[in-house]
C-alpha cells in the first residue's frame, strides 16, 4: 500500500518538472524574437511582409507571452512539434523524431549494455581486492575515462580500427552510417513505397526480414559507436561499483554467508553483488544523462542517423524546429528514466518508501 | 581587541589551509596533478601578459600561413606539426591554453557563485522557497547538459561568451544541490541557534557562520567541473559551435580542423590538441580526487 502511494506521489511530482522543461524549451525559443520561430515558414517568392503577418496570426505571436506558451503546449499535445527543414530530413519534427530515435535508443542501449558488462563486473573485482593489481589497472581505467574528450576518443578509435580511412592500420570496422548501403541496392524487402522499416532500426528490420548479411553489417557498424559512448559511462559506475563493494565486505551477512562455508565464488555473486548494485541503481539515471549528451557527439561524428546527429545538423543549418524537438525528446527521456529508476529503486530499497 | 580577534581568526584559517595543504602534497597522485595544472596556468598567464616569452604574437587569433596549407609531420622548426592552413600547431595549443582556461574558469566561477548563493538562501530559509528551488534544479537536471548548451547557445548567439553564459546557467544547480544537503545539515547545529538567540541578523548567521563551513565540498566539486567544462568547451566547438570570428585559437576547433586531415593519415593534427586538453582534464581530476581526500575529516587524522 505504502508502495503504491509512493509511485503515485512520484508520478505527481513530474508534472512541474514537464512544465518546467517545456517552459525552458518555449523560452528560449522565443528569446530571438518572432522572426526565429517564422523563419522556416517563409517562401522567398512571396513579399516578405505579407507572409510575417499572416505567420504571426497563425502562430499567436501577436498574444503576451502565457497565451503564446498555452498555445505552444496544445500543439505539443496534438502532435504539432513544428517543422524542421536539414539536410538529412525535412518535414514536420513527430516525423524526423520517429526517423532518428529509434537509432538514437539502439546505440544508446547498446553503449549502455557494454558499460554494464564491463563496469560491474570489473568495478567488483576491483573493490573485491583493493590495491590489487587489477584494482590499480581499473581506477586507471576510469581515471581515464573521465578526463579523455569523448570526440578525440572516437577520432582515434576510427583512425585505428575503421575501414574508410587511408591509414594503414587495423581496417576492420566500417566508419559511418548503421548499415552498409550497397547491401541495400538488390533487397528483396524495398519496394516501390521504398524500404520497409517497420522499426526504422536496421537490426531489427533485417531480423524481421531474415537478412542476414544485413544485420551483420548493422552489428558491425553498431561497434565503434557503440565502444565509445560506454567508455566514457564506465567511469562513474567502476568508481561507485568500486566503493560500493568496499562497504558491503565489511557488512555481517557477508561473514555469516563465508561462516556458513559457501564457496567464495557464491559469497560475492549473491551477497557482495547483489547489494553492492543496490547504490549503484541511483546513478543510473545520471550515467544515462550522460550517455544521451554523448550520443550528440558520437552521431555526429559517426554520421549515425540519429537524434543528435539531427541536432547537430539543425545546428548548422540554423533549424528552430529541430533544436527544440531534441531539448524535448532528450528532457522527456530523462524524466522518464528518472521516475523509472526511482520506482524501481523503492521497489528494492523498502526504506525509502518509508520515508527513513 | 576587535583587531586581535580578527588576526586571531586569519590566523587559525590560514593553519587551517597549510593543514590542508600538507594532507594534500603527502600523496603524490595529487601532487603531480598539481604540478600540471600549475604548468597549465602558468603558461595561461604568460600568454595573457607577455606572450613573446613564449614566442607567440597575435595571441587571440591563430596564425595562418598559406604558402604551405597541407599538414607537415612534426619536425624540428614544427615540435608538433602543422595543420590546416599552415598553422603551427605548438604555437596554436599554446594559444589555445589560454582560452579554454580562461573560459572553463569564467564558467566555474561563475557558476559556483551563483549556485551557492541560491543555495544557502534557499536552504537556509526553507519551506516554499527550498521546494521551488528544488523543483528548478530537477528541471535543470532533466536535460542533457550537452543538448541544454547547444538549445541555448543556437537560439542566443554564437560566441565563446554567449556559450559560456549558457553553461554557467546549466551548471549552478549542481552547487546550488552541493550546499544545500551542507546547509541543511548546518542549520541544527546548536552554534547557529547560539547566534540567533542573541539576535545576530539572518544574513549575517547565512554568510559568517553557515556559509564558511559549506564551502568544503564546493570546492572539490569546482575542481571536477574546471575538467568537465573544458571537455564541454572543446566538445560544442568540435561539433559546430565555432564562434563567428574564425580561427580561433581553441583546442576543441583544432581538432575540428584536423579530423579531415587524420582520416588520410596527418595523425599528428589531432593527437596533440587532444592530448593537451587530456592531460589538463587529468590533472584537474587528480586535484579533485586528492582535494576531496584531504578535506575529508574522516581521512584528514
Do not use: C
Not at chain 1, 241 to 248: G, L, Y
Not at chain 2, 168 to 197: C, D, F, H, N, T
Not at chain 2, 219 to 232: E, K, N, R, T, Y
Request: glycine share 8%; net charge positive.
Amino acid at each position: 500500500m505504502r508502495l503504491y502511494s509512493y509511485i503515485i506521489m512520484r508520478i505527481l511530482m513530474i508534472v512541474p518538472t514537464l512544465f518546467g522543461l517545456t517552459f525552458i524549451v518555449f523560452i528560449l525559443s522565443r528569446a530571438g524574437g518572432p522572426n526565429v520561430v517564422i523563419s522556416a515558414y517563409i517562401n522567398p517568392h512571396i513579399p516578405y511582409a505579407l507572409q510575417k503577418a499572416q505567420l504571426m496570426r497563425e502562430f499567436h505571436l501577436n498574444g503576451p507571452l502565457w497565451v503564446q506558451y498555452l498555445y505552444y503546449l496544445s500543439g505539443l499535445l496534438h502532435g504539432d512539434w513544428g517543422y524542421t527543414k536539414t539536410g538529412v530530413y525535412s518535414g514536420p519534427v513527430t516525423g524526423a523524431i520517429a526517423v532518428f530515435l529509434p537509432n538514437t535508443i539502439q546505440l544508446s542501449i547498446a553503449a549502455f549494455v557494454i558499460t554494464a558488462i564491463v563496469g560491474i563486473p570489473l568495478g567488483t573485482i576491483s573493490g573485491y581486492k583493493k590495491d590489487s593489481f587489477t584494482d590499480q589497472v581499473t581506477r586507471i581505467i576510469a581515471f581515464i575515462g573521465i578526463s579523455l574528450p569523448i570526440f578525440w576518443l572516437a577520432q582515434m578509435l576510427s583512425l585505428a580500427f575503421a575501414t574508410n580511412t587511408v591509414s594503414p592500420y587495423l581496417n576492420v570496422l566500417p566508419l559511418d552510417g548503421t548499415v552498409n548501403p550497397f547491401l541495400l541496392t538488390n533487397l528483396n524487402w524495398v519496394s516501390s513505397q521504398g524500404l520497409s522499416s517497420p522499426t526504422h532500426v536496421m537490426l531489427i528490420d533485417s531480423i524481421i526480414h531474415g537478412d542476414l548479411p544485413v544485420f551483420f553489417s548493422a552489428l558491425s557498424h553498431l561497434v565503434l559507436p557503440a565502444t565509445t559512448l560506454a567508455f566514457t559511462t564506465i567511469a562513474p559506475i567502476l568508481r561507485y561499483m568500486r566503493a560500493s563493494v568496499a562497504e558491503v565486505l565489511n557488512q555481517d551477512f557477508v561473514r555469516i554467508g563465508r561462516s556458513k562455508g559457501l564457496p567464495e565464488k557464491l559469497v560475492i555473486k549473491r551477497y557482495i553483488r547483489r547489494n553492492a548494485l543496490l547504490p549503484v541503481m541511483t546513478i543510473m539515471g545520471l550515467v544515462f544523462a550522460g550517455l544521451l549528451a554523448g550520443v550528440v557527439v558520437i552521431e555526429a561524428l559517426f554520421d549515425y542517423p540519429g537524434m543528435g546527429y539531427w541536432a547537430v545538423q539543425s545546428l548548422i543549418n540554423y533549424n528552430t524546429g529541430g533544436i527544440m524537438g531534441v531539448t524535448l525528446v532528450f528532457g522527456l527521456i530523462l524524466v522518464f528514466t528518472n521516475l523509472v529508476v526511482d520506482i524501481i529503486y523503492a521497489f528494492l530499497d523498502p526504506r525509502i518508501r518509508t520515508g527513513e | 581587541m576587535i583587531k586581535d580577534r580578527f588576526l586571531d581568526s586569519i590566523k587559525s584559517r590560514f593553519s587551517m589551509i597549510k593543514f590542508t595543504l600538507l594532507v594534500f602534497t603527502r600523496n603524490i597522485s595529487s601532487t603531480l596533478g598539481l604540478a600540471i595544472v600549475l604548468i597549465y596556468v602558468i603558461i595561461a598567464l604568460i600568454d595573457q601578459f607577455y606572450p613573446p616569452l613564449l614566442g607567440l604574437t597575435n595571441i587571440s587569433k591563430l596564425s595562418l600561413n598559406f604558402t604551405q596549407t597541407l599538414p607537415q609531420p612534426p619536425s624540428y622548426a614544427h615540435p608538433f606539426g602543422t595543420t590546416y592552413p599552415g598553422i603551427d600547431l605548438y604555437h596554436a595549443i599554446l594559444k589555445a591554453i589560454r582560452v579554454d582556461i580562461g573560459f572553463s574558469g569564467f564558467v566555474t566561477v561563475g557558476a559556483a557563485f551563483i549556485g551557492v548563493m541560491i543555495g544557502l538562501v534557499s536552504a537556509y530559509y526553507g519551506k516554499w522557497l527550498d521546494t521551488i528551488v528544488m523543483r528548478i534544479t530537477d528541471i535543470f537536471f532533466s536535460i542533457p547538459y550537452l543538448v541544454l548548451a547547444i538549445a541555448i547557445g543556437f537560439f542566443l548567439g554564437r560566441s565563446l561568451v554567449i556559450l559560456s553564459l549558457a553553461l554557467m546557467i546549466i551548471w549552478w544547480p549542481i552547487y546550488a544541490r552541493v550546499v544545500r544537503g551542507q546547509v541543511l545539515s548546518i542549520k541544527e547545529y546548536s552554534y547557529i541557534e547560539a547566534a540567533r538567540a542573541s539576535g545576530v541578523r539572518n544574513i549575517k548567521i547565512m554568510f559568517k557562520h553557515v556559509l564558511p563551513n559549506t564551502l568544503a565540498p564546493v570546492f572539490v566539486q569546482f575542481s571536477f567541473d574546471l575538467a568537465v567544462v573544458v571537455l564541454v568547451i572543446a566538445t560544442l566547438d568540435f561539433i559546430g559551435f565555432t564562434p563567428a570570428n574564425a580561427y580561433l585559437p581553441e583546442l576543441g576547433y583544432l581538432s575540428y580542423i584536423g579530423y579531415e586531415y587524420a582520416v588520410n593519415g596527418y595523425w599528428w593534427t589531432i593527437l596533440f590538441p587532444g592530448l593537451a586538453i587530456m592531460i589538463y582534464a587529468m590533472g584537474m581530476n587528480l586535484v579533485g580526487d586528492g582535494l576531496r581526500d584531504a578535506l575529508d575529516p574522516r581521512l584528514r587524522r
